[in-house]
Structure formats: C-alpha cells, structure tokens
C-alpha cells in the first residue's frame, strides 16, 4: 500500500523516497558536469580547477584563505591546483596592498572567458529545468538544495539579485 503521507510531508519520507533523492542528485551532478568537463579536458584541466575558476570569478579579490573555506580543501591540494591556473595565465594572484601577507586571486581576461564558456554550458541546463517546472517548485528546489549544505556554509551562497525579467 502506498504510503500516502510520504509524498506531501516530508516528516514521512521513507527509505525509497530518499534513495530516489540520492539517485536523482547523482544523475543530476553526472549530466551537470559532462559538458564542463569536456571543455576543460581540452585545456588539461579537472574539475577542481573549475571549482577554483568558478569561485574566483564569482568572487573577484578572493583572498587563499577564502578559498580555502569555500572548497574545504587543503591548502597543499589547493597550490597544486592554483599553481597549474596561474602558471596558465587563467588567474592573477597579487599581494593585498594593505597586508601584503594575503594574496588576492583575480580571473584573468582567459579566465574569464573560460569561467564564461563552463558556466554558459551549466546555466544552460539550469534554464531549460526550471522552465520545465513552475516558480514554487524552482523555490522548493532552492530550498531543499540549501538544506543539503552543511548551515555554516549557506551564508556563502550568493542570496539572488532580483531584475524584473524572467524567472527564478
């Protein structure tokens, strides 16, 4: 018999019910990333560089120690990484002129425009899933994203700038 509770709160999520949600997101992630990977495969990149292009794109004068609480890697495994993407011209580290200890990390104009051709591919896929739903289901998936990250994280998420055109 179909446990009728489960599927309007979610109190009363069974086993398969999370399963799915676990299967879902591993699908999800697998398709997310193909076409990323693909063009940093041409680049000799993975995906711990996008990770560290997305962010410093997303958040220009990113200091390492930034970062570092960002990714949740370690600084050894973050240098390796840094190191290829400033060596390729892809980021632009400079001391910060007010504690010259702290390096400031910067997309360069190659940078940018590779965080450019990643991130079009992903929001791409993004645009046509949410028209394919409604506004409330685009929120509850926000959410239920949002719930997933651990609470200390959640304030780093960029809160949504509200333009007046389209959705979400």
Do not use: C
């Not at 879902?24 to 997310?32: H, I, K, P, S």
């Not at 990323?36 to 995906?47: E, H, N, S, V």
């Not at 996008?50 to 004068?61: D, E, K, L, Q, S």
């Not at 007010?98 to 051709?117: C, H, M, N, Q």
């Amino acid at each position: 018999m179909t446990d009728l509770k489960s599927s309007s709160n979610p109190l009363f999520l069974r086993e398969e019910d999370l399963r799915q949600g676990i299967e879902l997101l591993f699908y999800a992630y697998r398709d997310f990333t193909a076409e990323p990977d693909a063009i940093l495969t041409k680049w000799g990149l993975g995906r711990a560089h996008h990770r560290v292009i997305y962010f410093v794109g997303r958040n220009p004068n990113i200091t390492v120690t930034e970062l570092l609480a960002i990714l949740k890697i370690t600084k050894q495994s973050l240098s390796r990484v840094l190191g290829t993407l400033i060596e390729d011209e892809f980021i632009n580290q400079r001391a910060d002129p007010s504690d010259r200890r702290r390096k400031l990390l910067t997309l360069t104009e190659k940078g940018r425009e590779l965080e450019r051709e990643l991130t079009t591919t992903q929001m791409a896929r993004f645009a046509r899933a949410y028209r394919e739903t409604d506004a409330e289901a685009v929120e509850g998936f926000r959410r239920v994203l949002s719930g997933i990250i651990n609470p200390e994280d959640r304030a780093r998420v960029r809160p949504r700038q509200r333009t007046g055109s389209g959705r979400g």
